[in-house]
């Protein structure tokens, strides 16, 4: 079985789970996830995880995402991009670049976003894409993004705008559309989303979907590059491997946590979080056990972790962070 993560340029017209389906069969193993969903209608990054790496998703699933894409004024959608059917429309022709600019400037910062009815997130345990096709509008909290950047700049076409914006996870971009829509006293829908990039892994490391192989495949370390890192010997690193609480000065780490924990080589053994004042336990563990740290006196068991009690898995499929098929997340 592989063990890595794959950055999939992922093309138009396929879902995300059609993605994790072509990797399964190219790397003809069962194991595999994705972390932050794009719709059909969008390209651009996808993270696939293989093998045990689906087990790390979930600390690549929060970064911090780009996307670049076209906000149409003056027609609304009921999805609010161009999949959906046409619900309004408004007359915008007398909107000038800088009025689109002022407003978008509005929703940069922390904001309050009401997630759209045809999305992944759940309300009262169902998601929102499946009561909309039943055609069931119910009320959504708001939820506290992010948006650190939300550029516009004009394109040839009459109240089309060519946007960039570099947001939380959980923002979605058609909703930023349809807002600067509204504050400019209309409507507006998103098209052409592409995402950018995902934390560091841009589109210049994607490969096409029909281009991947067993060369496209990067190391588990990859996945946690962002976290700040710990070097141990390979005595640490057979107490590691077991899954023991140890002590931040034992372990080497600086900083709140979480930490990459990797070996002399630079391989990746597992992932620990901060246990209390003093120590750090693990919450994801990759190496092989070894019967040799069983006794080493620097480790002590994690009192919350039972005898035979593993590292946080996944089974065949893992989707971080529950996105399901969020667009733009």
Known sequence: MIDGLVVVDKPAGWTSHDVVARCRRVFGQKRVGH?????PGATGVLLVGLGQVTRLLRFV?????SYEGEM???IETTTLDDEGDVVVEHEMRDVALDDVRSAAARFVGEIDQVPPMV???KVGGR???ELARQGVDVERPARRVRVDRFDVADTPAANVYRIVVECSSGTYVRVL???VGRALG???HLRHLRRTAIGAFGLDRAQPLDAIGPDSVLAPAAVVSHLERCI???GLAAVVAHGRVLGLEALGAAGDGPWAVLDERGALLAVYERYDADRAKPAVVLAPSSSDSLNDPRSQRDPDRSENEGAAGSGDTATAAGSGDAVDR
């Open 186 to 188: 209309g409507g507006a």
């Open 127 to 129: 998601r929102l894409h």
């Open 177 to 179: 559309a349809a807002d």
């Open 61 to 65: 699933a929060e970064l911090a995402k």
């Open 72 to 74: 149409v004024l003056g």
């Open 119 to 121: 999305s992944a997130v």
């Open 35 to 39: 972390a932050g969903t794009l719709d």
């Open 232 to 234: 141990v010997d390979a």
